[in-house]
């Protein structure tokens, strides 16, 4: 398989929230504590590829996906972008990339304007990143509403007009529309019906091939990822514990978390529905993280080990990555 080129390289990174303390606290000059959403990760997005990161919510996807865009401001590590160090830009120095990386939100209709029309939407943004002249507006405004498969109505009406597939197509139009090279789709779908869900997937499918556009997919649903994905990173709490293509991670998975989040998946066929073992209790604390494997007390191969050394994350074979005490001796 050919080598693709690298078109985002983050390395060791930290995002953590400050824990609001209560006035005991202060008093009793207990340290302060944070949670620790982006916890030494690094990952490397392709271009011209599909990645999905998927994981229990409430595990880190979203702040990571915030933070390699600048959202949110990494605390430690390096998110290089074309080779470029973008982990601490300052936000004028950041500009230029604003229109190579897009954001498509889980709730499009929060990140829409309701007191502007669609084609003010559009407008506004086309000449505040100067994509194209005042003259050349509604021509691209056109173009873009027609790949995404909206009517030319649509520019005249308020994004309440809408139904929540028609507003995801306004928001990945809004994406597409300054010309980018790498996409964060956020839950995209899951506000959605089964129906339009499928509608949506195979319009990101084939924009991401008329463009060779790179996304990073984020769901925790195991069926949508596996329909979209070139490769999939599986994270718990802050890590990822697992990456690998999607043929090997649905096929040939190694971590236990990654096993386990599989055979919870739902069954939709009747007639192959069978009872399949749910994840046992509930991700420990995000703020006091104990010693160890972060999976060994959900895990029911831990061993002693387990909860005592986190384990290294690496190659088991060729591009299939895991963080598991199993594969120490690999």
């Known amino acids: 398989m050919e080598k693709q080129e690298i078109l985002m390289d983050v390395k060791n990174l930290y995002k953590y929230f400050p824990v609001k303390q209560k006035i005991t ?28 990161l998927v994981g229990e919510s409430g595990c880190g996807k979203s702040s990571f996906a915030r933070t390699i865009i600048r959202l949110y401001e990494p605390d430690r590590g390096a998110i290089y972008y074309e080779k470029n160090d973008i982990a601490h830009l300052k936000r004028y120095q950041l500009s230029s990339y604003r229109k190579k990386m897009q954001m498509v939100f889980q709730d499009p209709y929060s990140s829409l304007n309701p007191r502007m029309k669609v084609r003010d939407i559009f407008e506004e943004e086309l000449l505040f990143h100067e994509i194209c002249t005042k003259e050349e507006v509604d021509g691209k405004i056109h173009e873009i509403i027609e790949k995404v498969g909206l009517p030319e109505t649509a520019l005249e009406r308020y994004p309440s007009e809408f139904s929540g597939g028609q507003r995801q197509r306004i928001g990945i139009a809004r994406a597409l529309a300054v010309n980018p090279e790498f996409i964060i789709a956020d839950e995209p779908v899951s506000a959605l019906d089964v129906s339009i869900q499928a509608q949506i997937l195979n319009l990101l499918l084939k924009l991401q091939k008329d463009y060779g556009l790179s996304i990073l997919f984020i769901s925790h649903d195991l069926r949508v990822v596996n329909y979209i994905s070139d490769r999939v990173a599986v994270m718990y709490l802050g890590k990822i514990v697992e990456l690998g293509t999607a043929e090997q991670i649905y096929e040939h998975y190694l971590h236990p978390y990654t ?8 069954n939709l066929d009747p007639r192959t529905r069978t009872e399949k073992p749910m ?52």
């Open 25 to 52: 606290d202060v008093l009793l000059r207990k340290p302060k504590k944070s949670v620790k959403a982006v916890d030494n990760i690094s990952l490397q997005i392709r271009k011209n590829e599909i990645i999905s």
């Open 259 to 266: 096993e386990v989040l599989l055979k919870s998946a739902p």
């Open 279 to 330: 994840i046992e209790g509930n991700p420990p604390s995000p703020i006091d993280i104990l010693p160890g494997c972060r999976f060994c007390k959900r895990c029911k191969d831990a061993e002693g080990l387990c909860f005592e050394v986190e384990p290294e994350f690496k190659e088991i074979e060729p591009g299939h990555f895991c963080a598991c005490h199993k594969y120490a001796k690999i």
